[in-house]
């Protein structure tokens, strides 16, 4: 270990990014099986190789301390955690702005504690208005029970709500203008989202259904001109303004213009592994020195310093091969 008496206050990787943001899972579990994200036929994580709550908090508060001002909470479907409110009322305690990414499914009974445990910005996926298509997108889900998830946020007035979809050719890219009308009705943001090749899934051609940014906003602009905006969260979405509302389009392209140079994210699986790309496996096990050394915050601080050094300069995803990642996006973290 190295000296004790000189942690750094910000966490910067060999390229001199500064990670400022942290997306932490908080379960593998999801009642949804949505076709990009997950097989069918799931097996979950045992109990004992997940995180604890207690856990959880403590890299939080590590992070915190080593200069992280975002927090996301992901999973899976973060808010079907037992307990999770317990975990977002002490992270929420931390001086850290806390985001949530969810499928909108428990938000009619849980956003009214979600503002009151801190969460300052919700971003909720919604792939398709059309029920019989977002239940065959999504397996099991049901848009009405969405749709009125959405409107118990707007209504509790989160600093921001946004919609994220992820757009699939011959899917749901006939929604896209859709999408937005809806958005902008009810005054929220909207993100399009590139497919991430994460996982095999046999019965899901990726290079079939991608759908570039570029193809989104040619359907867009026609109705709604878009005029870019140097506004920007802590994520990755690239903004851009319509004359005639306050909501945002967002693009969020890892294929036709990755955000690699200026990354500032890192991401913790409910595992305990610290992963320093989304597109690679280089990651450390913050499970074992959670474990190991209970309680340690100092130890879990110099650890995730030196875990600094393996952040890649890039991904590389490729449409064409099979996935270089074999875990599911529910593994890593949404």
Do not use: W
């Amino acid at each position: 270990m190295s000296d004790r008496t000189n942690t750094p206050t910000k966490l910067v990787d060999r390229f001199g990014r500064t990670v400022d943001y942290i997306r932490l899972s908080v379960t593998d579990r999801c009642d949804f099986r949505c076709v990009y994200c997950m097989g069918e036929d799931m097996t979950f994580l045992p109990h004992a190789q997940v995180l604890t709550l207690e856990e959880i908090e403590q890299v939080a508060a590590a992070f915190v301390s080593l200069g992280v001002k975002k927090i996301r909470l992901t999973g899976g479907e973060p808010l079907v955690r037992r307990e999770v409110i317990k975990l977002i009322q002490g992270i929420g305690r931390l001086d850290a702005e806390l985001a949530i990414t969810t499928n909108g499914s428990q938000l009619t009974d849980m956003a009214p504690a979600l503002k009151q445990a801190g969460v300052n910005r919700l971003n909720i996926s919604i792939d398709s208005l059309q029920e019989e298509r977002f239940r065959n997108m999504t397996r099991t889900g049901k848009l009405p029970k969405v749709l009125a998830g959405i409107d118990a946020a707007v209504a509790q007035g989160f600093d921001r709500v946004k919609l994220n979809a992820v757009v699939m050719k011959g899917r749901n890219d006939d929604e896209v203008l859709d999408l937005v009308e809806f958005a902008r009705n009810k005054g929220v943001d909207v993100s399009f989202i590139e497919e991430m090749p994460l996982g095999q899934i046999a019965e899901h051609d990726r290079s079939e259904v991608y759908c570039s940014s570029d193809e989104v906003r040619a359907i867009i602009e026609p109705r709604y001109p878009l005029q870019a905006s140097t506004e920007r969260t802590a994520g990755p979405s690239r903004y851009y303004r319509m004359a005639d509302s306050d909501s945002r389009v967002g693009f969020i392209s890892p294929h036709s213009h990755n955000f690699c140079s200026e990354c500032n994210r890192v991401r913790v699986t409910v595992e305990g592994r610290l992963l320093l790309c989304l597109g690679n496996e280089h990651s450390v096990d913050l499970r074992e020195t959670l474990r190991r050394y209970p309680g340690d915050q100092e130890r879990l601080r110099q650890v995730i310093i030196q875990a600094m050094d393996l952040k890649p300069e890039k991904h590389e995803f490729d449409l064409d091969d099979e996935p270089q990642i074999l875990r599911f996006m529910n593994m890593t973290g949404g």
